[in-house]
């Protein structure tokens, strides 16, 4: 069946299944179940007949609306905190994957800038990091303890010291998408350049595994979530340059309402981050062994979260599971 057949014959009951979802209508289990199944299988036929169609893209958007739908609706599902981060926010999020790759890559190639620049330019990480910071560093090293500086204050202060920074610094990623996206790129390009030179500077003093062993305890989780917040300032700033068939005033709101869920997802890894930093990454004597566990099991909860489990679910609905 040609594409335009196909939405001719069933465009009155996505319309209307439409509104019944955004007006909020009483719409009995069975009902919504029946209606659910129906765009499901519609939406497998466009993506195997018409895959990357407005109208696949239009299938799935409904089917994922209902489905949030029914989750809410069942009875053992009263816990919105809890339903929102294991079924609600993965499944939405799947749609945002391009500009989180496109975040890591931006992230990734302004932190090779950086270590390039401090490679070539003595005075670079100076300019970075500061003066204060570099000398202070310069002089753990002469003490046989580089990564003195992550013992300096107490667990508790820096745990809350951190957390409450790197939530500002997501923040900051956020909001400034309202810039048309260009205040996102430069909290990433800080960030990304900071990281890059910070590295090369211990690269430079033959610390690089000391370092990067100590830093990503909690850095893995850290930099993730920048890069992750950094995806919902882009996703603000598409909504400005790129309103498609709403007006620029109706895609931004969407856009600011998509963002705001993105950030409120990292919270409880910032936390997690922060933690890190100030109980664990410390203990600079703990074993290789031990630090490349917890680094690899960082990476793959924020790997399997933020990329595979929106995957999956959006299979499930896909495949009218």
């Known amino acids: ?6 939405v001719k014959q069933n465009k009155d009951k996505w319309l209307k299944f439409e509104s019944l979802l955004k007006n909020n209508t009483n719409i009995s289990p069975d009902e919504l179940s029946a209606s659910y199944v129906e765009i499901t299988d519609h939406l497998s036929y466009a993506n195997t007949f018409y895959r990357g169609s407005n109208t696949a893209k239009y299938l799935n958007d409904l089917a994922s609306h209902a489905h949030r739908k029914i989750y809410r609706n069942k009875k053992e599902s009263k816990n919105k905190f809890v339903l929102f981060y294991t079924k609600e926010f993965p499944l939405f999020f799947y749609q945002y994957q391009k500009q989180l790759l496109f975040s890591f890559i931006v992230f990734v190639l302004f932190a090779i800038i950086g270590a390039y620049s401090a490679a070539n330019d003595d005075s670079f990480v100076r300019a970075v990091l500061g003066d204060a910071y570099v000398n202070s560093t310069l002089n753990n090293i002469e003490n046989d303890d580089p990564m003195a500086v992550y013992k300096q204050a107490s667990e508790t202060d820096m745990f809350l010291g951190i957390t409450i920074n790197n939530v500002r610094v997501g923040l900051m990623a956020f909001t400034f998408g309202v810039l048309a996206g260009l205040g996102t790129l430069i909290v990433i390009m800080q960030n990304a350049i900071m990281l890059g030179s910070f590295q090369y500077f211990f690269y430079d003093k033959g610390l690089l595994w000391e370092s990067a062993r100590t830093i990503w305890i909690h850095g893995t989780i850290e930099i993730s979530v920048i890069i992750i917040a950094a995806c919902a300032g882009l996703v603000v700033g598409r909504s400005i340059l ?35 930093e100030g109980f664990v990454t410390r203990h600079t004597e703990m074993p290789d062994v031990l630090a490349i566990l917890i680094i690899s099991l960082s990476l793959m909860l924020i790997v399997w979260y933020y990329v595979l489990l929106p995957h999956r679910l959006h299979k499930k609905i896909v495949d009218g599971k």
């Open 242 to 276: 790129f309103p498609k068939t709403y007006s620029r005033l109706q895609s931004f709101v969407t856009g600011i309402k998509d963002g705001l869920k993105i950030v409120i997802s990292t919270v409880p890894f910032f936390i997690i981050a922060g933690f890190l």
């Open 1 to 6: 069946m040609r594409e335009a057949a196909f």
